[in-house]
C-alpha cells in the first residue's frame, strides 16, 4: 500500500534552514504528484507546495515563495522540502502527502494519501 514518511523537523531560530524529507512507497505509476502541507495550532490545514513525479513541475504557495524550494530524487522516491530564512509564522506540523494528479495548486482534499506530520518550530 502507499506510504509516506516524513521526517527532518526541529527547533529554530528565526532566519534558520531545515529540510524536511518524504519517503515514499508503494506508489505505482508514474503520475502523481507529492505535496507538503503544514497545520498551525488552530488553524486549517493549508498547502505549502507540490512537485511532480513525472514532469517535476512545482507549486509555492506566497507565504513560502523564495523562502522554500521542494525537489525530487526519483531513485530514492524521496521528495525534500528546503525551507530557508524561517519565520516564527511557520511554526506548524508538516505532512507530505501524494494524489495521483499534477501540480499546479497543493489542496488538502484533492490529496489521497499522507504521511504522519513532523513539528517544525521557529523561535528565539
Known amino acids: 500500500q502507499v506510504q509516506l514518511v516524513g521526517s527532518g523537523g526541529g527547533l529554530v531560530q528565526p532566519g534558520g534552514s531545515l529540510r524536511l524529507s518524504c519517503a515514499a512507497s508503494?506508489?505505482?505509476?508514474?503520475?502523481?504528484?507529492i505535496g507538503w502541507f503544514r497545520q498551525a495550532p488552530g488553524k486549517e490545514r493549508e498547502g505549502v507546495s507540490c512537485?511532480?513525479?513525472?514532469?517535476?513541475?512545482?507549486y509555492y504557495a506566497d507565504s513560502v515563495k523564495g523562502r522554500f524550494t521542494i525537489s525530487r530524487d526519483n531513485a530514492k522516491n524521496t521528495v525534500y522540502l528546503q525551507m530557508n530564512n524561517l519565520k516564527p509564522e511557520d511554526t506548524a506540523v508538516y505532512y507530505c502527502?501524494?494524489?495521483?494528479?499534477?501540480?499546479?495548486?497543493?489542496?488538502?482534499?484533492?490529496?489521497?494519501?499522507w504521511g504522519q506530520g513532523t513539528q517544525v518550530t521557529v523561535s528565539s
Open positions: 508503494g506508489i505505482t505509476g508514474g503520475y502523481y504528484a
Open positions: 502527502a501524494t494524489a495521483f494528479i499534477g501540480c499546479t495548486v497543493v489542496v488538502p482534499h484533492e490529496y489521497d494519501y
Open positions: 512537485i511532480s513525479r513525472s514532469d517535476g513541475s512545482t
